[in-house]
C-alpha cells in the first residue's frame, strides 16, 4: 500500500468543474500530515490541453484518461477505466466530487476495488494519526465521524465544503503528464447524451432576498404566507427545498440545493427547512441567512445569522404586521 | 396480450426512524436512540421506487414485484407496508440485533439473495433518509455486474422474448445539476436508484391492505461473517468512530422573548441592513 492520493477530475464540455478545484484543496490538507503526494485523474475524450493547464497552475502530476468511449460520462467508462488504472496504483484515498455524477459511480468503483467508500465528505480529522472523515445523517441534525477499515478508501466530497486555493502565481514546478488511452466500450450502458433543462428564468440568480419554504410549511396553501412575507421586499423571489417541488407545490425551477440551484442573495429567508446538506450546498454563498423553525434542532439554524424557533403560520403575520 | 412478459422486479425498501421525532444520540455513542415513541416508516426515497415498479407492472400485467428490506425485526412492518402499496411478495432479510450496518455490508447481503433469482430489473431510492450514503444501490448492481443508473427520473422500458430467451433495454433519464439530465440506454437485467419527485407514491389501497394482512413474509436469515447462511455478511469496510450532534450556531443568535417581540426584532434588524 502507498499513500498516494487520486483526484478525480469532473468536467463539463471539456472545461474543468470548479469543485475540482475544491477538490485539490481537500486531498491537499488530506496529504499534509504525512506529505502524501496528490495525483489527477482527467477523463474524457481529449483531455490533454485541460490536462496539461492544470499540471502547469498546480503543479501536481496528472493522468489524462482519452479517448472516443469517454466523450460523454457513462457509468460503466468510467468504472472500467478507471477501475483498472487504480488496481495497479493502491492508492490510499480517491477524491470523487459528490455531484450527480459523482455519486452515480463512485461506490460502484469502490466494490469493484475491495476499497471503504464515504460518501457526502464534508471535513476530517485527525486522531492518533488516522483521519476520521466528517459526514452528516438526518437531514444534518447529527455529525458522524467515520474511519475507513481497507487500504483504499473512495471518498466523495460535498461541493462547497472545502475552499479552493487561491491561484497563486506559480512559483512550482510544473507537474508531470501522463496520457492513457481508453479503448473499452461500454457494452452495457449505451450514452444518449445530455438534455437541456427546461423552461428557466432568472428571478432567483437576480434576487437580492430570497424567500425559501420548505416541508415544515405544511401545507401547499401556506406557500401564500410565504409569497407574501417575499413581498414585503423589493428584487425578492421565492425559492423552496427539493421536497416542496417533490409534493408539486412548487415547480423545480425554484429548487435550491445540490441538484437545483445554487444561489448567493444578500439575505435568504429559510421558512420551514430543515436544513439538509443537499439544501445547504445551494444557499451557503447567502451574505445573511434567517431561519424560521419550530424544530429548535434543526440543522437549518447552525448556519444561521438570525434564528427564529416559532411556528410559522402565527409567526409570519406577526412579521407581517409588526 | 403483446405486453404480457414475466418479468421480476426486486425493490429494496429501508426502514427508517421518522426523523421529525427527536432525534438523540444512543450510549453507545455510535447511532441513534430507539425512544420508546420513536416511529419507524419506509423511507420516502423508496417509496419512489416502489411506486415506480408498480407502474412498470401497470404496463407491463404479468411482471412480479418483491419488496426486500434488511433489517431488525421491526423492518417487517416496512415490508408489509410495501405490500399495501401492492407489492406481490415481500421477502425480510431478517438482522438479528439494531446495529446500524454499512452500505457494503447490506449491499452484500441483497446481493447474496438476488444473486440465483434473476430478476430483470432492481430498483431502490436516491438515498435512505437516515444515513444519506447514497451507496446501497449502485453497489448491489456492481456485485451482481448488472449495470446502473442513479438518480433516475424518467424510465421507458422496452422488452422482448419472455423466459431465458427474454431481451430488453430501458431508457433512463437521469437528473444533473442546474435542471439538466442526461440520457442512457441499460441492457437488462439492470439496476436503477430513483430520484424523488418522479412520481406520486400512492395511499395503500383497501383491497391491498386486506391481503397483505393475511399475506406471510418471506423471511431469511442473516448471519456473521464466515458463518454458512446462504446470506451472509462481509466485514464492515468502514467504522462509526462517534456521533455528535452539531455545534450550535457559531456566528448568529436565535431570538428570545415572545412571538410578537421576535416579529419585532426581526424586522429592525432587516430595516437596520436597509432590506425593508
Not at chain 1, 57 to 71: K, M, N, R, S
Not at chain 1, 84 to 100: E, F, G, M
Not at chain 2, 67 to 83: H, I
Not at chain 2, 152 to 157: A, G, H, I, R, T
Request: a negative charge.
Amino acid at each position: 500500500m502507498n499513500n498516494e492520493i487520486i483526484v478525480v477530475a469532473e468536467l463539463s464540455d471539456n472545461r474543468l468543474l470548479p469543485v475540482t478545484y475544491e477538490l485539490i484543496a481537500f486531498a491537499r490538507a488530506l496529504a499534509a500530515g504525512d506529505s502524501a503526494p496528490v495525483r489527477m485523474i482527467v477523463p474524457g475524450r481529449e483531455t490533454h490541453a485541460v490536462a496539461r493547464d492544470l499540471a502547469d497552475e498546480t503543479g501536481l502530476d496528472i493522468i489524462a484518461l482519452v479517448g472516443d468511449p469517454l466523450a460523454f460520462y457513462n457509468a460503466e467508462t468510467w468504472m472500467t477505466a478507471m477501475a483498472a488504472r487504480l488496481a495497479v496504483r493502491k492508492p490510499r484515498y480517491i477524491c470523487i466530487a459528490h455531484t450527480s455524477r459523482g455519486c452515480d459511480f463512485a461506490p460502484g468503483l469502490a466494490v469493484r476495488l475491495g476499497a471503504s467508500c464515504i460518501t457526502a465528505v464534508e471535513g476530517f480529522s485527525r486522531q492518533d494519526g488516522a483521519a476520521r472523515f466528517v459526514r452528516k445523517i438526518f437531514n444534518g441534525k447529527i455529525k458522524m465521524d467515520v474511519t475507513p477499515e481497507r487500504d483504499t478508501t473512495v471518498l466523495t466530497v460535498l461541493p462547497g465544503a472545502f475552499k479552493a486555493e487561491q491561484k497563486s502565481p506559480r512559483a512550482h514546478l510544473a507537474g508531470s503528464m501522463e496520457v492513457l488511452k481508453i479503448p473499452d466500450h461500454p457494452q452495457k450502458i449505451r450514452t444518449l447524451g445530455v438534455i437541456p433543462a427546461e423552461e428557466q428564468d432568472l428571478d432567483l440568480a437576480l434576487a437580492d432576498v430570497i424567500v425559501s419554504a420548505g416541508r415544515g410549511i405544511g401545507a401547499e396553501e401556506n406557500l401564500e404566507l410565504i409569497r407574501r412575507l417575499a413581498g414585503l421586499f423589493s428584487k425578492s423571489a421565492m425559492g423552496c427545498s427539493r421536497t416542496v417541488c417533490d409534493l408539486g407545490w412548487l415547480g423545480y425551477k425554484h429548487q435550491i440545493g445540490l441538484t437545483g440551484k445554487t444561489v448567493a442573495p444578500k439575505l435568504y429567508i429559510a421558512c420551514g427547512i430543515s436544513g439538509a446538506v443537499q439544501h445547504i450546498a445551494g444557499m451557503r454563498g447567502s451574505k445573511m441567512v434567517v431561519a424560521v423553525n419550530k424544530d429548535p434542532r434543526a440543522a437549518i439554524f447552525q448556519i444561521a445569522d438570525i434564528g427564529i424557533v416559532e411556528d410559522l403560520m402565527t409567526f409570519i403575520p406577526l412579521v407581517m404586521d409588526a | 396480450m403483446q405486453n404480457s412478459l414475466n418479468m421480476k422486479i426486486l425493490v429494496c425498501v429501508k426502514q427508517v426512524l421518522d426523523a421529525d421525532g427527536p432525534v438523540r444520540i444512543d450510549a453507545s455513542g455510535k447511532w441513534i436512540e430507539e425512544a420508546p415513541a420513536a416511529r419507524f416508516r419506509m423511507s420516502r426515497f423508496d417509496e419512489f421506487a416502489l411506486e415506480e415498479a408498480l407502474r412498470i407492472r401497470e404496463g407491463f400485467p404479468g411482471t412480479r414485484i418483491d419488496a426486500l428490506s434488511a433489517g431488525p425485526a421491526r423492518a417487517a412492518q416496512t415490508v408489509r407496508r410495501a405490500l399495501e402499496m401492492g407489492a406481490d411478495d415481500g421477502i425480510h432479510l431478517f438482522l438479528d440485533d439494531e446495529r446500524y450496518r454499512m452500505p457494503f455490508e447490506i449491499a452484500s447481503l441483497i446481493g447474496a439473495y438476488a444473486s440465483d433469482r434473476h430478476y430483470d430489473l432492481i430498483l431502490a431510492g436516491v438515498m435512505a433518509e437516515d444515513d444519506m450514503q447514497g451507496q446501497v444501490g449502485p453497489m448491489v448492481a456492481e456485485i451482481l455486474e448488472y449495470p446502473w443508473a442513479t438518480a433516475v427520473m424518467s424510465q421507458k422500458l422496452h422488452k422482448t422474448g419472455d423466459g431465458p430467451d427474454a431481451s430488453g433495454t430501458i431508457y433512463v433519464e437521469r437528473e444533473l445539476e442546474g435542471g439538466l439530465r442526461e440520457a442512457f440506454e441499460l441492457t437488462l437485467p439492470a439496476l436503477l436508484t430513483i430520484q424523488s419527485g418522479i412520481n406520486r407514491p400512492r395511499y395503500p389501497a383497501l383491497s391491498h391492505v386486506l391481503r397483505a394482512r393475511s399475506q406471510a413474509l418471506i423471511t431469511i436469515p442473516t448471519s456473521r461473517p464466515g458463518e454458512t447462511d446462504p446470506v451472509s455478511f462481509p466485514a464492515p469496510r468502514e467504522r462509526i468512530q462517534s456521533l455528535e450532534e452539531p455545534a450550535p450556531m457559531k456566528t448568529g443568535v436565535i431570538l428570545s422573548g415572545s412571538p410578537s417581540e421576535k416579529a419585532e426584532k426581526l424586522r429592525q434588524i432587516l430595516q437596520e441592513r436597509a432590506f425593508l
